[in-house]
């Protein structure tokens, strides 16, 4: 049974360039969260997705940021016009439902902007 | 709003050595979840422990148990006879039990846990 995937696993991007992480939940899970890791601190909540619905985007900033969970395919978080400011590991997990309490964390996506 | 405190940036031990890590954390709910996660030089989040604050009796895994003191809001992990592959950032980690935000976990700085041969 195949954990979460993310990719890409290293993402280097200049200031003002876009940036698209992808995430595969594990099989059977339809609640996507996203998570960001700042150098030298915690992760900290994003986004959380079901398929097709945005559930809650408080810990995404306004701006630039936007993320999806369609239908078929992966959950996008995308970010445009990159700043120094989004270096971070982005980490993205799922669990099968909301009344599941263990989230599985995928590898991370290590975002590089220069 | 709930927030989770290591006060313990770096720790080291002795392979074979028992370790304890603290962690502590502020809210006003009586329903939550509490995690241990570690995360290695590989990025990857690993869950160690959990415990439901409902649960009077500390939860155990192999190696690691956690001394859970609902009154005092604490949480520590402690990992017996500590092996070089325990060597890892180590996340304490709140979860609302009930609610409408009870999916989003909430973190601590962690702790950078050394383990000496």
């Known amino acids: 049974n195949a954990g979460v995937m993310q990719n890409p696993r290293h993402l280097v991007r200049r200031r003002g360039q876009e940036a698209r992480l992808r995430c595969s939940p594990m099989?059977?899970?339809?609640?996507v969260y996203w998570y960001r890791q700042l150098p030298e601190e915690g992760l900290k909540f994003m986004v959380y997705l079901q398929k097709e619905n945005i559930i809650d985007e408080s810990g995404m900033p306004k701006e630039r940021f936007s993320a999806e969970f369609p239908k078929e395919g992966p959950s996008i978080l995308r970010i445009q016009q990159v700043v120094r400011g989004d270096s971070a590991a982005y980490f993205c997990a799922s669990s099968p439902g909301d009344t599941a309490y263990e989230q599985y964390f995928g590898p991370g996506t290590r975002l590089t902007v220069t | 709003a709930q927030t989770v405190t290591q006060s313990q940036p770096e720790m080291s031990v002795q392979e074979a050595e028992t370790v304890t890590l603290s962690c502590t954390y502020d809210?006003?709910?009586?329903?939550?979840?509490l995690f241990w996660y570690k995360q290695p030089p590989s990025r990857q989040m690993i869950l160690v422990i959990r415990q439901e604050a409902y649960k009077q009796q500390n939860a155990t895994e192999n190696r690691f148990s956690v001394n859970f003191q609902k009154a005092a809001k604490s949480f520590s992990l402690k990992i017996s006879d500590s092996q070089l592959g325990d060597a890892a950032m180590y996340f304490c980690a709140y979860r609302s039990g009930s609610g409408g935000s009870n999916y989003k976990l909430t973190f601590g700085k962690g702790t950078l846990l050394t383990v000496n041969p």
């Open positions: 809210t006003s709910e009586s329903d939550y979840y």
């Open positions: 099989k059977g899970h339809s609640h």
